[in-house]
C-alpha cells in the first residue's frame, strides 16, 4: 500500500470558497519517500495580503504557473490507488476535493489525517500543530507555510506514525462511499451537506417510504457507517434500500435521545424492529435481605411486573452503571450483585468498603446511602426544566419535567432567563409521556453532569 503526504497553499480558510496556490505531494511506501510532485498554481483570484505576508505566495510569483484545470489529471494519477495522508485532512481534501467539483469531476481517495493519528498514537503533547508537534519530535521544517516544507515534515512524521503502529494504520483511514455500492437516487452531494453535529437521521427507501430512524453524536459519520456496512445481512440491505436521507440537528443529546423514541414509535420503520420490541430490556431492581439491607440487582424487565428504578440496552451496560454507583455513594459490591462471595465483597478487603457485607456497618445506614443513590437517579417529582445545549450558540434547549414526566421540550434563546418563567412554554412543544422517555432521562441524568436543573417552583 502505498500513501501520497499532500501540502497545499491557498487564499483562504475555507474549503468551500478557497483556491490552491501551490500543492506538494509526497509518495510514501511506509519506509521512504520514492517520488514527489511540487509545482505553484495560478488561483486566477487574487491572493489576499495576509496570505501573501504568511506564505510569501504573492500573485507575481503565480502569473505564470499552471491553472489546477492543468494539473488535475497530474493529481488524479499520482494518488491513484494511495491513502491521501494530510496534517489536518480535512482542509486539504476538502479543498482538492472542491476544486475537482468545480471541473465535474468527482474525486474521492481514502484518506488519513496525521493530527487524528498523532493523538492516538503519540499521546500527551500540548499542541498537535505541525510546527510545534515538529520541534517537539526533532522534524526539521525548512521552508514553514510552503506546501513543499509542511509536507515534507507531515512525511517524516508519517514514518513515525507508521513505525509506532508497526504499519497497521487501517483504524485511522477514512474510506470512501463507493457509489456503486449505493442506490442509485442516493445524491452524494446531499449527503456531504449532512454535519457532524448531534441530531437525528431519517432513511427513505426509493418510493419515499421511512425505513429507518437514528441518532448519533457525530451525524456525518454515524450515516456514513451505515452507508459502508457490509458486515451483516440487515446492513447490506439497508444500505441498498436508502434512496434518501433526511437529518435534524438537534444540538442536545437529550433531545436527539427522545426525538429517536418518539419517531420510532410514531412511524415504527421496518428496519428498527428491534427497537420497537424492547429498546430497554434490563432493568434495576432492589430487595430486603433477610437481614435488613437493602440490594440491588439487574434483569430482565420481563422477569417482573413492578417497573424497574431505571433501565438499560444491555446487562454490560447496567453493570457498568452500578459500578459506577458504588464508587460514587460508598456502596457495596456484593449487595449490588456485583461480587459473588460468601464473604466480605472485595472493596472490604482494600477498605473501600464500610462493611455492610459483613454486618459491620448497620443497616439503617448503609440503606440511607443506597437510597440518596436511588432518588438521585430517580426523575424528581417537582415541576422543573433541564437546560442543555442549542443547535447553535444562540440558544439552548429545554425539556420539561412535571411530576416526573416528561410534558415537553424546545429551544429558547440563549438569554431566556432574563424573560418571565410563564413565557418559557412558549418555546415547549408538548410531548406525550412514555415508560421509554422516563428511563432514557434517568440515564441520561444518571450519566452526564453537562446540563442545568431549574426548579420552576424555586423562581
Not at 30 to 36: C, Y
Not at 274 to 283: A, C, D, E, I
Not at 323 to 335: A, I
Request: hydrophobic share 35%.
Amino acid at each position: 500500500m502505498h500513501y501520497v503526504i499532500i501540502d497545499i497553499e491557498t487564499t483562504g480558510g475555507n474549503p468551500k470558497n478557497s483556491k490552491i496556490t501551490e500543492i506538494a505531494m509526497y509518495k510514501h511506501d511506509g519506509e521512504n519517500i520514492i517520488d514527489e510532485y511540487i509545482t505553484l498554481l495560478n488561483p486566477e483570484i487574487n491572493i489576499p495580503p495576509f496570505i501573501v505576508q504568511l506564505t510569501g505566495i504573492s500573485d507575481e510569483m503565480v502569473q505564470n504557473s499552471p491553472k489546477f484545470f492543468e494539473i488535475a489529471k497530474d493529481i488524479v494519477e499520482f494518488t491513484e490507488g494511495c491513502i491521501f495522508v494530510a496534517h489536518n485532512v480535512a482542509f486539504d481534501y476538502g479543498v482538492i476535493r472542491h476544486e475537482f467539483k468545480s471541473l465535474g469531476y468527482d474525486y474521492r481517495r481514502p484518506h488519513l489525517c496525521t493530527v487524528r493519528t498523532s493523538r492516538h498514537l503519540i499521546p500527551g503533547h500540548e499542541s498537535y500543530s505541525l510546527g510545534k508537534l515538529s520541534r517537539k519530535l526533532g522534524i526539521e521544517i525548512t521552508s514553514r507555510h510552503r506546501a513543499g516544507g509542511d509536507a515534507l515534515a507531515t512525511a517524516h512524521l508519517f514514518s513515525i506514525l507508521f513505525n509506532n503502529a508497526k504499519g497497521d494504520l487501517k483504524n485511522f483511514i477514512h474510506q470512501e462511499l463507493n457509489p456503486r455500492q449505493l442506490h442509485p437516487n442516493l445524491s452524494l452531494d446531499d449527503l456531504e451537506q449532512i454535519p457532524n453535529k448531534v441530531g437525528v437521521y431519517k432513511f427513505y427507501n426509493e418510493v419515499n417510504q421511512l425505513i429507518y430512524i437514528g441518532k448519533s453524536i457525530h451525524l456525518r459519520k454515524r450515516v456514513d457507517q451505515h452507508l459502508k456496512n457490509v458486515k451483516t445481512k440487515k446492513g447490506i440491505q439497508l444500505q441498498k434500500e436508502i434512496a434518501r436521507v433526511e437529518f435534524e440537528i438537534t444540538g442536545s443529546e437529550l433531545i436527539a435521545l427522545l426525538q429517536e423514541s418518539f419517531l420510532i414509535k410514531q412511524h415504527q420503520p421496518i428496519y428498527n424492529r428491534m427497537l420497537r420490541r424492547q429498546t430497554f430490556p434490563y432493568g434495576l431492581y432492589t430487595y430486603t435481605d433477610s437481614m435488613g439491607y437493602d440490594r440491588l440487582f439487574i434483569d430482565r424487565i420481563a422477569k417482573h411486573n413492578e417497573i424497574p428504578i431505571t433501565s438499560f440496552s444491555t446487562k454490560k451496560e447496567g453493570n457498568v452503571f452500578l459500578e459506577r454507583m458504588v464508587e460514587q455513594y460508598d456502596l457495596c459490591m456484593k449487595l449490588c450483585d456485583l461480587y459473588q462471595s460468601s464473604s466480605s465483597c472485595f472493596r472490604y478487603t482494600v477498605k473501600n468498603c464500610l462493611g455492610a457485607c459483613v454486618q459491620e456497618e448497620q443497616s439503617t445506614s448503609y440503606n440511607r446511602r443506597l437510597q440518596c443513590m436511588i432518588d438521585d437517579i430517580t426523575l424528581r417529582s417537582g415541576r422543573y426544566f433541564i437546560v442543555d445545549k442549542g443547535r447553535d450558540r444562540q440558544e439552548k434547549s429545554l425539556i420539561k419535567i412535571e411530576h416526573g414526566c416528561l410534558t415537553g421540550m424546545g429551544y429558547a434563546p440563549y438569554n431566556f432567563k432574563k424573560m418571565p418563567i410563564e413565557e418559557w412554554d412558549n418555546f415547549i412543544d408538548r410531548y406525550n409521556d412514555n415508560r421509554d422517555a422516563r428511563t432514557i432521562l434517568k440515564l441520561f441524568l444518571s450519566k452526564n453532569e453537562r446540563y442545568e436543573l431549574i426548579n420552576i417552583m424555586d423562581l
